[in-house]
């Protein structure tokens, strides 16, 4: 399904108002080396949008299943981004 920029994601009866396309798959891109494993902020920094914008794209792509959190070391825990390369393209 495309899907414009002016178009909210739609998932059955629920509108997502906040999910751009444009920026979903901009998010998505960032991740084009399959092992790349990324925070919100790094993530934020490449494509010039605030980290919390792509926590929320983050959490979103990670809800739908296409994402695993890993998370960081005991004492200073940091939420990284995995996305598996089919998911990417």
Known sequence: MLISKSQPLSTGAIQLQ???ALT????????????????AEEVGQFIVVSETTVRRYLEYITS?????????????????YLLPKKQTA
């Open 18 to 20: 906040w999910i751009d």
């Open 24 to 39: 979903l798959n901009k998010v998505r891109g960032v991740f084009s080396d399959e092992k790349a494993v990324l925070n």
């Open 64 to 80: 739908k299943q296409q994402a695993e959190i890993v998370y960081g070391t005991v004492g200073w825990p940091e939420r990284k």
